[in-house]
């Protein structure tokens, strides 16, 4: 049962890389095909411009020649051809099934094709290095998966042990090259299934490695978020928003542009969370978060500071256009009817204006802005009061 589970496993992570086996199969076969031209070049022309005496090593010279020359084609074809599939495959999700078979038609034909040039070498000895060169060569070079790598080698087995019957007439040196056929197909199965099982093993390792820096990633996000953002309102929290306005208070500075800023309070808000409790009153704080965010400008900086009360700082405007954008937004609060409370709610707001040049910190802007939206309190809520004129002076020039 072990070696059951233990084999279902193995081709459940086989199915789990077979794209990058193929893919990088695509790569060493368009590189090995190349390399396999130039050998066959230099062989075709080594073997066809010898010269021997005996007729039987001049007919074996000549189909060595022709063995390597009809390989050329092939092998050039078959190089191009993965190197413009390699480029390809890495665009597409699933990969065409010709693509998947190119790594055991490649193993097939070469070993085959080493098979027919031990034939030949037949009729001047008795080796069989093509044979074992190219079994243990496409065992190393190739990515097959064991099984496939097995079922061929004993195909392999039988194909050469009936080319060396047919060709070879001493049962002594049949016997001896069939078990050294043997012990090379064992090797190149051996080889083809370690190499397999560590690229599957570094495959997985790689996506889990990857798969947790995607996670470690999203927590960074999140926690930045959590950092940065009210959790109700999705608004940035107060401490953002004070690190944002300093920037934008030292850009004004420096740039010589207004600046605004806008404190807003809910009115009447205790008495919407005594009423209709507090999950009402939070349904009450998305909505005006959605209707600030989507009535301000994306240069303008909106936040929530605590409770009901949220912010705006209004970059590069003078005090008409940003009395024009917080009476908008208030009326816009106004008319933005929330379900849950069955009508509207209001919106007091203090505005201060700082003109260019003035270089008020940020911490008298607020103070001038809270004084506003006291006065807005006061007078009946539901407006925007901008803070006084006479206490907002630029700074003068020396």
């Known amino acids: ?14 199915q789990r890389v077979r794209r990058a086996a193929y893919l990088r199969n695509l790569q060493v076969i368009g590189i090995a095909a190349r390399w396999m031209v130039a050998l066959n070049l230099l062989y075709a022309l080594v073997f066809g411009f010898s010269t021997f005496a005996d007729p039987i090593d001049r007919i074996w010279a000549r189909q060595t020649c022709l063995a390597h020359s009809l390989m050329l084609l092939p092998m050039a074809t ?37 098979i027919g040039l031990t034939a030949i070498d037949q009729s001047i000895g008795t080796n069989i290095s093509a044979f074992v ?89 999140e926690l930045q978020r959590l950092a940065t953002r009210d959790p109700l309102t999705e608004l940035i929290n107060r401490r953002e928003f004070m690190a944002r306005a300093e920037q934008e208070r030292a850009r004004a500075d420096q740039q010589g542009l207004p600046l605004a800023l806008v404190v ?26 959605r209707v600030m965010a989507e009535s301000m400008r994306k240069i303008d900086v909106v936040g929530r500071f605590g409770g009901e009360e949220f912010v705006i700082l209004l970059p590069q405007v003078d005090e008409a256009h940003a009395f024009k954008l917080a009476e908008s937004l208030r009326l816009r609060i106004a008319g933005a009817r929330i379900e849950q409370l069955g009508r509207a709610v209001t919106a007091s707001l203090g505005l201060v204006c700082v003109p260019g040049g003035s270089q008020m910190s940020l911490d008298a802007m607020f103070r001038l802005a809270d004084r506003a939206l006291y006065k807005s309190k006061h007078n009946g809520r539901n407006r925007t009061t901008l803070a006084e004129a006479s206490t907002i002076l630029p700074v003068p020039l020396s």
């Open 1 to 14: 049962m072990n070696i059951l589970k233990t084999l279902r496993r193995w081709d459940d992570e086989d």
């Open 78 to 114: 078959v190089g191009w051809w993965c190197k413009r599939s390699h480029a390809h495959a890495q665009a597409q999700t699933h990969l065409r099934h010709e693509v998947t078979l190119v790594a055991e038609l490649s193993y097939a034909g070469v070993v085959l094709w080493a």
């Open 133 to 221: 060169i190219a079994n243990v060569g496409v065992s190393v070079v190739l990515l097959v998966r064991p099984l496939w790598s097995l079922a061929f080698q004993v195909f392999s087995w039988c194909v050469m042990a009936w080319t060396l019957s047919w060709s070879m007439q001493m049962p002594a040196m049949l016997t001896s090259n069939l078990t050294s056929a043997a012990a090379t197909c064992i090797l190149g199965a051996m080889i083809s299934g370690l190499l397999w099982r560590r690229f599957v093993q570094t495959e997985l390792l790689q996506a889990a490695l990857k798969e947790t820096n995607r996670a470690l990633e999203a927590n960074r996000i």
């Open 264 to 289: 807003l309070d809910l009115d009447e808000f205790k008495s919407v969370n005594d009423m209709h409790g507090h999950l009402v009153g939070d349904e009450v704080l998305r909505e005006v978060a």
